[in-house]
């Protein structure tokens, strides 16, 4: 089973920038979709981003279209989520999943269900 690692989590001011990594370890990304997902305190998780490894296609949730960025490093094995304009409202602890995917389309990426490994989750904070 594939162990994802994020990093890169911290407190930045409102309109900064911050870039989260998912690392993996046992398995490769070849063929899996990986997303970003957020919870902030009191809340539901929430789909961020994700990204097909093989066929590189992207996806963003409304809120963050524009401002978040996210993208794939086959030597490092890693996605990244570059995170530009960041608002208070983004404040939230961000975990990476992954779930293996052959056609490489990201139709239902949104859904929690559909992923079989997830990372402990990086704090990111925004003050106002």
């Known amino acids: 089973q594939v162990r994802l690692v994020e990093s890169g989590g911290g407190l930045v001011q409102a309109g900064g920038s911050l870039r989260l990594s998912c690392a993996a370890s046992?398995?490769?990304?070849?063929?899996?979709?990986v997303s970003w997902f957020r919870q902030a305190p009191g809340q539901e998780r929430e789909p961020v981003a994700a990204i097909s490894w093989s066929a590189g296609s992207t996806d963003y949730a409304d809120s963050v279209k524009g401002r978040f960025t996210i993208s794939r490093d086959n030597a490092k094995n890693t996605v990244s989520l570059q995170m530009n304009s960041l608002k208070a409202e983004d404040t939230a602890v961000y975990s990476c999943?992954?779930?293996?995917?052959?056609?490489?389309?990201?139709?239902?990426?949104?859904?929690?269900?559909?992923?079989?490994?997830w990372g402990q989750g990086t704090q990111v904070t925004v003050s106002s």
């Open positions: 999943a992954a779930v293996p995917r052959l056609s490489g389309r990201l139709g239902g990426w949104q859904e929690r269900s559909m992923y079989e490994a």
């Open positions: 046992g398995r490769t990304f070849t063929f899996y979709v």
